[in-house]
C-alpha cells in the first residue's frame, strides 16, 4: 500500500491548511497594495537596497550593488563601494582628489548621482577628481568615522564636509544616541539569526495582520504610542556636534588638508511658520508666537514635534502651564534607524557649524541662503532638485577654486541630464 493510501487524510489535511494560508495571504497582500509601502522609506531597519550595516560607520554602500533604491532611482556602487562613477577618479594619481563627506543631500536622494552637486565640481573643475561619499542618514559623528577611514585611504588634496538635519532627528523607543557602543550593537544585532528570520517574516504580510491581532489580544508587547518631547533627544546633540565638527577639523588640520564646511537648511517652505514662531518667541510676542506655532503642532507634519517644543516654551512663558502641558506629547513614528522627527532648529546647528569653522580656521559655503532664495528647487523637506544642485555646485567650486589656488571654475552651464 502506497504512502497516500495510507496517509490520506494528513495529505489533504496538510494541503488543505496550506491553500487557507496561501489564500489569506494572497487576500492580505491585496489590500496592503493599496497603501504606500511604508517600508521603502524604513532605509536601513527594511529595505537594505544598497546599504549594508557596518559595525564602525552604522551602515555603509553596500560593495558590488546595482540596482534601484528606496527613491527609485538606479545606483551602481563597485567592488568597494565607491559610486561606479567614482572608481578611475579614486585610482587617479594624475589630478587632485576632493572627498565631499555628507548625507542624503550629498548622496543625491531624488535625483540621478550624475546630477548631484559633487558631479557638477567635476564638471566645472577640470583639474580636480571630486569623489562623492554621502551616505543616506549619516550624522556628523558617521562623517566623523568616515574621515578616519578615508583620509588616509584616499590621501585627499581638500574635504567638503555636511551634516545637519539627521542630527536633529530624535532617538526614539529603544534606541539610543550616535556612538560606537549603538552602532555595534546595531551590528551584531543585524547578524543575529533570529534578527534575520525576523527580517524575511516581516516580508509576509500575514505574518504583520497576526502580529498585530496578537498585540491587541496583550499576546505580543505594544510599542510607546506616544512621547514626552521634553524625554526626546537628538541622534546627535549641539555640544556632541560641535565636538564632531571640531574632530574633523583637527583630523584634516594634522594632515594639512584643506577643509570646507557646506552649510544646506530644510526646506523654507515648510519650517515657514516654525521659523516666524520661534523668531516672535525670542521677541518676546508671545501671542504671534503661538499663532504662528499652533497650526504646525496641530497638524501630524514631520515638524510637528519641533512646533509643540517651542509653542510649550512660548505657553510657559506667558504663564500658561495647562496650555504648555497640553503640548507636550508627541507621537511615535515609523520606527528607523535615521531617527524620528527634527527636535532642533536647523539655524541653531548651523550656527554650531560656523563657530567651528570661525575656531578652527576652516572655509564655509554658504549653500543654505543661496538656495532659501529660490526654495522652489527643494523637492521634499531638505532634498533638492538638479537645479539646486548647480547651485550648491558651482558655489562650491569657486570656493575649491581658492583653496586649492587653481583658476576660476570654467563658466559653463551645467546641463541637467535627462536620460
Given at each position: 500500500?502506497?504512502?497516500?493510501?495510507?496517509?490520506?487524510?494528513?495529505?489533504?489535511?496538510?494541503?488543505?491548511?496550506?491553500?487557507?494560508?496561501?489564500?489569506?495571504?494572497?487576500i492580505?497582500?491585496?489590500?496592503?497594495?493599496?497603501r504606500?509601502d511604508?517600508?521603502?522609506?524604513?532605509?536601513?531597519?527594511?529595505?537594505?537596497?544598497?546599504?549594508v550595516?557596518?559595525?564602525?560607520?552604522g551602515?555603509?554602500?553596500t560593495?558590488g550593488?546595482k540596482g534601484?533604491?528606496?527613491?527609485?532611482?538606479l545606483r551602481?556602487?563597485?567592488a568597494?563601494?565607491?559610486?561606479?562613477?567614482?572608481?578611475?577618479?579614486?585610482?587617479d594619481?594624475?589630478?587632485?582628489?576632493?572627498?565631499?563627506?555628507?548625507?542624503?543631500?550629498?548622496?543625491?536622494?531624488?535625483?540621478?548621482?550624475?546630477?548631484t552637486?559633487?558631479?557638477?565640481?567635476n564638471?566645472?573643475?577640470?583639474?580636480?577628481?571630486a569623489?562623492?561619499?554621502?551616505?543616506?542618514?549619516?550624522t556628523?559623528?558617521?562623517?566623523?568615522?568616515?574621515?578616519?577611514k578615508?583620509?588616509?585611504?584616499?590621501?585627499?588634496?581638500a574635504?567638503?564636509?555636511?551634516?545637519?538635519?539627521?542630527?536633529r532627528?530624535?532617538?526614539?523607543?529603544?534606541?539610543?544616541?550616535d556612538?560606537?557602543k549603538?552602532?555595534?550593537?546595531?551590528?551584531?544585532?543585524?547578524m543575529?539569526?533570529?534578527?534575520?528570520?525576523?527580517?524575511?517574516?516581516?516580508?509576509?504580510?500575514?505574518?504583520?495582520?497576526?502580529?498585530?491581532v496578537?498585540r491587541?489580544?496583550?499576546?505580543?508587547?505594544?510599542p510607546?504610542?506616544?512621547f514626552?518631547?521634553?524625554r526626546?533627544r537628538?541622534?546627535?546633540?549641539?555640544?556632541?556636534?560641535?565636538?564632531?565638527?571640531?574632530e574633523?577639523?583637527?583630523?584634516c588640520?594634522?594632515?594639512?588638508?584643506p577643509?570646507?564646511?557646506?552649510?544646506?537648511?530644510?526646506?523654507?517652505l515648510?519650517?515657514g511658520?516654525?521659523?516666524?514662531?520661534?523668531?516672535?518667541?525670542?521677541?518676546?510676542?508671545?501671542?504671534?508666537a503661538?499663532?504662528?506655532?499652533t497650526?504646525?503642532?496641530g497638524?501630524?507634519?514631520w515638524?510637528?514635534?519641533?512646533?509643540?517644543?517651542n509653542l510649550?516654551?512660548?505657553y510657559?512663558?506667558?504663564?500658561?502651564?495647562?496650555s504648555?502641558?497640553?503640548?507636550?506629547?508627541s507621537?511615535?513614528?515609523?520606527?528607523?534607524?535615521?531617527?524620528?522627527?527634527p527636535?532642533?532648529l536647523?539655524?541653531?546647528?548651523?550656527e554650531?557649524?560656523?563657530q567651528?569653522?570661525?575656531?578652527?580656521?576652516?572655509?564655509v559655503?554658504?549653500?543654505?541662503?543661496?538656495l532659501?532664495?529660490?526654495p522652489?528647487?527643494y523637492?521634499?523637506?531638505?532634498?533638492?532638485?538638479?537645479i539646486?544642485?548647480?547651485?550648491v555646485?558651482?558655489l562650491?567650486?569657486?570656493?575649491l577654486?581658492t583653496?586649492l589656488?587653481?583658476?576660476?571654475?570654467?563658466?559653463?552651464?551645467?546641463?541637467?541630464r535627462?536620460?
Open positions: 500500500m502506497g504512502f497516500l493510501s495510507r496517509h490520506k487524510s494528513l495529505v489533504f489535511a496538510i494541503v488543505a491548511n496550506l491553500t487557507v494560508l496561501l489564500s489569506l495571504e494572497a492580505v497582500r491585496l489590500a496592503e497594495s493599496v504606500a511604508q517600508a521603502k522609506t524604513r532605509i536601513v531597519n527594511d529595505s537594505l537596497a544598497g546599504l550595516f557596518s559595525p564602525e560607520l551602515w555603509e554602500r560593495p550593488f534601484p533604491v528606496f527613491d527609485g532611482i551602481e556602487f563597485d568597494q563601494g565607491y559610486f561606479s562613477i567614482d572608481s578611475k577618479r579614486v585610482g594619481r594624475a589630478k587632485k582628489k576632493v572627498l565631499f563627506f555628507g548625507d542624503s543631500s550629498t548622496y543625491g536622494i531624488g535625483i540621478k548621482p550624475s546630477d552637486f559633487v558631479e557638477v565640481v564638471e566645472l573643475m577640470p583639474d580636480v577628481d569623489i562623492n561619499l554621502g551616505v543616506p542618514g549619516y556628523s559623528f558617521q562623517g566623523m568615522k568616515a574621515l578616519e578615508y583620509l588616509p585611504l584616499l590621501k585627499p588634496a574635504v567638503v564636509v555636511s551634516f545637519n538635519h539627521n542630527d532627528r530624535a532617538v526614539y523607543y529603544g534606541d539610543e544616541p556612538s560606537t549603538h552602532f555595534q550593537k546595531v551590528y551584531r544585532k543585524s543575529n539569526p533570529m534578527h534575520r528570520a525576523n527580517h524575511i517574516l516581516g516580508a509576509i504580510h500575514l505574518s504583520g495582520v497576526l502580529a498585530g496578537m491587541r489580544a496583550h499576546l505580543l508587547p505594544r510607546p504610542q506616544q514626552r518631547i521634553d526626546l537628538p541622534r546627535v546633540d549641539e555640544a556632541s556636534y560641535r565636538k564632531n565638527l571640531s574633523m577639523a583637527d583630523q588640520e594634522r594632515q594639512g588638508i577643509l570646507i564646511f557646506l552649510v544646506l537648511r530644510d526646506n523654507p515648510r519650517t511658520y516654525i521659523d516666524k514662531g520661534v523668531e516672535s518667541l525670542e521677541a518676546g510676542n508671545y501671542k504671534a503661538i499663532e504662528y506655532l497650526p504646525v503642532a497638524s501630524d507634519l515638524y510637528s514635534d519641533l512646533a509643540r517644543i510649550r516654551r512660548a510657559e512663558a506667558q504663564g500658561d502651564r495647562a504648555a502641558e497640553q503640548n507636550i506629547y507621537l511615535y513614528p515609523n520606527p528607523s534607524l535615521h531617527g524620528g522627527p527636535q532642533r536647523d539655524s541653531a546647528y548651523n554650531i557649524m560656523r567651528v569653522a570661525r575656531e578652527k580656521n576652516v572655509q559655503v554658504e549653500g543654505a541662503a543661496s532659501a532664495a529660490d522652489y528647487v523637492v521634499d523637506n531638505v532634498h533638492f532638485s538638479p539646486g544642485h548647480r547651485i555646485g558651482k562650491v567650486a569657486s570656493r577654486a583653496v589656488e587653481q583658476p576660476a571654475p570654467r563658466d559653463v552651464e551645467v546641463a541637467i535627462l536620460k
